[in-house]
């Protein structure tokens, strides 16, 4: 039952990692253009989203799965570096999007742009009613970094938000008393503190690096779990 089951994830898996594949290699040249096609990059990048997530998921079935049947030390390392391999890119792709996010919220306009973007924010303003949003607070965990960042995204995007009120609502999306608020709490709520703020926030908690070692640590300890139960001491 057990390798049915392997076989049927490892069908699924394979399609979700051709997509995934195709998706990423359509993204990912569109970052090194001189004129970035913003529009596009967020399609293919909330597309990238839906695709990761599955596909991490199933990878994770299948783990849960293997190292209950395979014993042969090559093929689960054959796994667990064809599994790092994606999570690896994502990591970058998600990083370079964040890159990209900061330098066009940095860009310099001419005057005349400044004014007419200003006079459309204020009409939109009267208007526009955030709708209610359930972001999970982040408690400084590393390991829930990526979950709450992709919640919070949105609101991070929001061009019709102030700054200001963005910090506002980073500050709520933390867990009072975790390292995560302190650090927020840590800057005056400013509209110019904002993207400071966010920087800080992502090299402490998102930088690449950690989220490669914390996912290579927690498949180690996997691995070491299903031996131990194969093999008990």
Known sequence: MANQDLSRLKLERTQLRRKFTETANALEPLFDEDEKDIRRINELFAKMSDKAERLFRVDQSVSDILYT???????LNNEFDAMETYRERWVLICHRKDELLQSQNQRPVDQYSLVSSSSNKFNEKRLYKLPKLEVEKFDGNIK?????WAQFRKI???????????????????????????????????SSN????????????????????LYVRE????????????FPP
Do not use: C, M
């Open 69 to 75: 049947v395979v014993e042969d030390d090559n093929e």
């Open 144 to 148: 829930n970094w990526i979950k709450f």
């Open 156 to 190: 991070h995007e929001d061009e019709r938000l102030d700054e200001e009120d963005k910090f506002q609502y980073l500050i709520q999306s933390t867990l009072k008393g975790s390292p995560a608020r302190e650090l927020l709490e840590s800057f005056p709520p400013s």
């Open 194 to 213: 904002y993207l400071k703020a966010v920087d800080q926030l992502k090299s402490r908690f998102g930088r690449d690096e950690l989220l490669i070692e």
């Open 219 to 230: 498949l180690l300890n996997l691995v070491l779990t299903q031996v131990n139960k194969r």
